[in-house]
């Protein structure tokens, strides 16, 4: 992961090129990097915002063969390595948030944003977007009121992108080998590891639903468990429900 590279300087969302790119059949591994988003996305139609040369914005184009319901793990895939890669820059302990974000001291760092493409239930390609906070001031972070933070505010220092780059690309690539070899099951061990919210009370909503429980942990495919007050335990998929502490 990360011999080929696009740098640009400015984009809309690598996301929307790197998708663009895997249909014209880049190479697996591809990485679309920028300094600048217009339209840097989230999940569920949100927005995801960097000021320019900040924090780190990439995406990675794969081909998994995989199905479709399984692309979620590829987001826990990518928050696992930016809690490893974290650990070995920085010495930071971060935390991942199902389904797609981590965190640190309780506040947002990183978001990941997988899409995909499929056909009779293959999937043809994976997007893999990263949006890292790195250099952002205290100041840059008061728009997201008290719920985001940067390396930089949390170490008092500003730091080298490239090399928080490095790591995390391969730890990406050791965890998508670990993936191809062995499957969802030694990824969810590393992702329950370092899992924020276990054995907590949370609330987990959706459009139309709210339920509040006990966190459990993810099932074999990376589904969300929660056990609700009367014993019974519930699944939730990382496309319909955000997850908070109740
Ligand atoms: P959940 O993932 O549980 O649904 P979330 O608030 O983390 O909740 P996401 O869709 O994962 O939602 O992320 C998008 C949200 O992240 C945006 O609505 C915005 O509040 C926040 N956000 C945008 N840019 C940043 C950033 N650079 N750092 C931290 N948070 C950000
Ligand atoms: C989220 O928190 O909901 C996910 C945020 C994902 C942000 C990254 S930045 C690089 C890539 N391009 C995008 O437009 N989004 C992802």
Redesign the pocket.
């Known amino acids: 992961i990360g011999q080929t590279v696009r740098y640009y300087k400015t984009t809309t969302s690598t996301n929307e090129v790197a998708k663009d790119l895997a249909r014209q059949g880049i190479t697996e591994g591809a990485i679309i990097i920028t300094e600048e988003q217009s339209k840097?996305r989230?999940?569920?139609?949100?927005?995801?915002?960097?000021p320019p040369r900040t924090?780190l914005c990439f995406s990675v184009v794969l081909f998994p063969r995989a199905n479709p319901m399984e692309v979620p793990q590829f987001t826990m895939l990518a928050a696992v390595a930016v809690v490893k890669a974290l650990y070995r820059t920085l010495g930071l302990r971060a935390q991942v948030?199902?389904?797609?974000?981590v965190y640190i001291e309780g506040?947002?760092?990183?978001?990941?944003?997988a899409e995909m493409a499929a056909e009779a239930d293959r999937v043809k390609y994976v997007v893999l977007g990263i949006?890292l906070?790195v250099n952002?001031s205290k100041e840059?972070?008061v728009?997201?009121?008290n719920?985001?933070?940067?390396l930089r505010v949390q170490l008092g220092r500003t730091l080298l992108r490239s090399q928080i780059l490095k790591v995390l690309l391969e730890e990406l690539d050791n965890l998508y080998t670990l993936w191809q070899q062995e499957g969802f099951l030694p990824l969810k061990g590393l992702w329950r590891d370092n899992a924020l919210w276990i054995g907590n009370k949370v609330q987990v909503s959706g459009l139309n639903s709210n339920y509040q429980g006990t966190m459990e942990g993810i099932d074999d495919g990376g589904a969300l468990l929660l056990r609700l007050y009367d014993g019974t335990i519930k699944t939730f998929y990382s496309g319909e429900?955000?997850?908070?502490p109740a």
């Open positions: 840097g989230g999940r569920l139609g949100r927005t995801w915002q960097c924090g948030k199902w389904p797609n974000d506040l947002k760092i990183c978001g990941i944003l949006g906070n952002q840059d972070l728009c997201f009121g719920t985001a933070t940067s429900v955000s997850l908070r």
